[in-house]
């Protein structure tokens, strides 16, 4: 059973930087053509994709936010984190973890998402 569990703070300063970190067991995340994204819904919003990371190492981000946006791996834990810079109240959402096959658009497991609340 694949599982995705996401942790980080939950309270960021504007300004500051985000890390957050997605821990996936039942399943590698060098599993061919697999891809795990970083996904965030803020309050009214839809979801907006942020950034994924390829079985092979290769990465991908979001035009939106690749000035900021940088997500890294680490395969002896099997997680992936992303760190968001100088973040803004606006930027308050919950963050998930997703992984699919074949495209950072396709998801066949999720997180339950960690709420990150940005705030002086």
């Known amino acids: 059973q694949v599982q995705l569990r996401e942790s980080g703070p939950d309270l960021v300063k504007p300004s500051q930087t985000l890390s957050i970190t997605c821990t996936v067991s039942?399943?590698?995340?060098?599993?061919?053509?697999?891809?795990w994204s970083w996904i965030r819904q803020s309050p009214g919003k839809g979801l907006e994709w942020m950034a994924a990371?390829?079985?092979?190492?290769?990465?991908y981000y979001s035009s939106a936010l690749k000035s900021r946006a940088s997500i890294s791996r680490d395969t002896s834990k099997n997680q992936v984190t992303l760190q968001l810079t100088s973040v803004t109240p606006e930027e308050s959402a919950v963050y998930y973890c997703a992984g699919g096959s074949g495209s950072y658009y396709l998801y066949d497991y999720w997180g339950r998402g960690t709420q990150v609340t940005v705030s002086s």
């Open positions: 990371s390829q079985y092979d190492g290769n990465t």
């Open positions: 039942g399943t590698s995340i060098t599993t061919s053509r697999y891809y």
